[in-house]
């Protein structure tokens, strides 16, 4: 699923995304995180974002990923779903929002493998591009949340130092930004407009820390190489069924 403020027919589709003043913006998670609704929320509030540098201003185009590890992944259906969202992002990516539900912040299976095959497609490099988002931070439980929010924070046995466990990151280099958010009533909320406006911030700074570049690898940019439609499908399905056989574990294999 893809969002944005311009008017998108597959005409100008890539024109678009390959348009420098366009801000591309993959949610990435599990079903039932939020990712869509926060999507939905970005979309609703920023129609166009001007909240950078000498005011220039920017597009945004927001992708929503399938559920690339959830036990729908198992059907061909889904990994045409996974085509068209990788074809998306072979012009390049400004910022990855990992999206977590803050009340249930396991780095389950399915996450993990998820995460195994964006670093096995797109190279470790994709983690500079990372913005870790929780969502469900609602005003009105926002203090109830302390403690799961300190948890998170912990510089030791946080988050962020699992992931870096995880995925064998140095955490001198791996240092996202985390947003906490909501996704409620954005547009009559101070609390979530900040909130948001805060996440569009984070992106901006992803770029900027990455000498103004969006995030682009070899992998991305040999799906451009092909000539055809066909000929990019094939590639990338063919490219998602070696990272998968060459996951140790993988719990969501193509049955």
Same mark, same amino acid.
């Given at each position: 699923?893809?969002?944005?403020?311009?008017?998108?027919?597959?005409?100008?589709?890539?024109?678009?995304?390959?348009?420098?003043?366009?801000?591309?913006?993959?949610?990435?998670?599990?079903?039932?995180?939020?990712?869509?609704?926060?999507?939905?929320?970005?979309?609703?509030?920023?129609?166009?974002?001007?909240?950078?540098?000498?005011?220039?201003?920017?597009?945004?185009?927001?992708?929503?990923?399938?559920?690339?590890?959830?036990?729908?992944?198992?059907?061909?259906?889904? %990994?045409? @779903?996974?085509? !068209?969202? /990788? +074809?998306?992002?072979?012009?390049?990516?400004?910022?990855? =929002?990992?999206?977590?539900?803050?009340?249930?912040?396991?780095?389950?299976?399915?996450?993990?493998?998820?995460?195994?095959?964006?670093?096995?497609?797109?190279?470790?490099?994709?983690?500079?591009?990372?913005?870790?988002?929780?969502?469900?931070?609602?005003?009105?439980?926002?203090?109830?949340?302390?403690?799961?929010?300190?948890?998170?924070?912990?510089?030791?046995?946080?988050? %962020?130092? @699992?992931?870096? !466990?995880? /995925? +064998?990151?140095?955490?001198?280099?791996?240092?996202?930004? =985390?947003?906490?958010?909501?996704?409620?009533?954005?547009?009559?909320?101070?609390?979530?407009?900040?909130?948001?406006?805060?996440?569009?911030?984070?992106?901006?700074?992803?770029?900027?820390?990455?000498?103004?570049?969006?995030?682009?690898?070899?992998?991305?940019?040999?799906?451009?190489?092909?000539?055809?439609?066909?000929?990019?499908?094939?590639?990338?399905?063919?490219?998602?069924?070696?990272?998968?056989?060459?996951?140790?574990?993988?719990?969501?294999?193509?049955?």
């Amino acid at each position: 699923m893809t969002y944005s403020n311009a008017v998108l027919n597959d005409a100008n589709r890539d024109i678009h995304l390959q348009d420098p003043r366009t801000h591309v913006v993959s949610a990435v998670g599990a079903v039932g995180t939020g990712k869509s609704s926060l999507l939905n929320a970005m979309a609703g509030e920023l129609k166009t974002w001007q909240y950078i540098p000498n005011n220039v201003t920017k597009y945004v185009h927001m992708i929503d990923t399938p559920g690339l590890c959830d036990t729908s992944a198992r059907d061909r259906q889904n %990994v045409q @779903e996974m085509v !068209r969202y /990788f +074809k998306s992002l072979a012009f390049g990516v400004s910022s990855f =929002l990992l999206v977590f539900d803050i009340k249930d912040i396991r780095l389950d299976a399915y996450t993990q493998d998820m995460l195994n095959l964006f670093q096995q497609l797109l190279g470790k490099d994709f983690w500079n591009f990372v913005v870790i988002v929780f969502t469900h931070v609602d005003e009105e439980v926002r203090d109830e949340l302390d403690d799961a929010i300190e948890a998170v924070l912990d510089p030791t046995d946080g988050f %962020v130092a @699992e992931l870096a !466990r995880i /995925f +064998k990151l140095s955490p001198k280099t791996f240092v996202p930004n =985390l947003i906490f958010t909501t996704t409620q009533n954005v547009r009559m909320s101070a609390y979530g407009q900040r909130q948001i406006r805060e996440l569009y911030n984070s992106v901006v700074r992803c770029e900027a820390r990455n000498d103004g570049r969006r995030f682009n690898c070899k992998w991305l940019r040999q799906i451009l190489t092909h000539q055809t439609e066909e000929e990019k499908s094939d590639f990338i399905v063919g490219s998602i069924m070696d990272a998968w056989s060459s996951m140790a574990t993988n719990v969501c294999r193509l049955q």
